[in-house]
T-cell receptor
């Protein structure tokens, strides 16, 4: 199966700063990489995703980059706000539609 | 108008019991999933199911079984519950094999005493 590593496990930033979370994956056949945000006691929510035929995707303050050669992908959040505080998960698809998740990053945005 | 729903929200039971968690989606999706999130927040896929194919994560004990009465429902049945089964279980769905976006239910917190 797929193995996904995520770093850092915790990240603290000042409001207005940028935050970057990085993931690596093991299966070169993976072609879909979503990012989920999970607030305390809530369900994971899809915030952005990228497919293997694209190197970068942006949605307002959130962007994701993918390096297929190195098997790395990253989430970038600019102009962070306190409501961005949550646990963020990266994932990679394998076996057609199964998602393997990274270990999560707890992001804390200090006002 | 909830897209993916689960019942119950909380489930407390004793070791050795058998329990079920229900999941329903009204998105018209073809594929449904069950995930387990442990106390350290690790999210792990347990099953992927559509009307043609069940894919099982090989690490899932056979005490766990998905049951689908129809395309909109995928229930999780657990036999002989153990302490280590305590976790939050999430149901999710996606449109089909070529559409990977998965949408999660609110979760069921299972506590085994």
């Amino acid at each position: 199966g797929e193995n996904v590593e995520q770093h850092p496990s915790t990240l603290s930033v000042q409001e207005g700063d940028s935050a970057v979370i990085k993931c690596t994956y093991s299966d070169s056949a993976s072609n879909y990489f979503p990012w989920y945000k999970q607030e305390l006691g809530k369900r994971p929510q899809l915030i952005i995703d990228i497919r293997s035929n694209v190197g970068e995707k942006k949605d307002q303050r959130i962007a994701v980059t993918l390096n297929k050669t190195a098997k790395h992908f990253s989430l970038h959040i600019t102009e962070t706000q306190p409501e961005d505080s949550a646990v963020y998960f990266c994932a990679a698809v394998y076996a057609g539609n199964m998602l393997t998740f990274g270990g999560g990053t707890r992001l804390m945005v200090k006002p | 108008d909830t897209a993916v729903s689960q019942t119950p929200k909380y489930l407390v039971t004793q070791m050795g019991n058998d329990k079920s968690i229900k999941c329903e989606q009204n998105l018209g999706h073809d594929t449904m999933y069950w995930y387990k999130q442990d106390s350290k927040k690790f999210l792990k896929i347990m099953f992927s199911y559509n009307n043609k194919e069940l894919i099982i994560n090989e690490t899932v004990p056979n005490r766990f079984s998905p049951k689908s009465p129809d395309k909109a429902h995928l229930n999780l049945h657990i036999n002989s519950l153990e302490l280590g089964d305590s976790a939050v279980y999430f149901c999710a769905s996606s449109q089909g094999r070529n559409s990977y976006e998965q949408y999660f239910g609110p979760g069921t917190r299972l506590t085994v005493t």
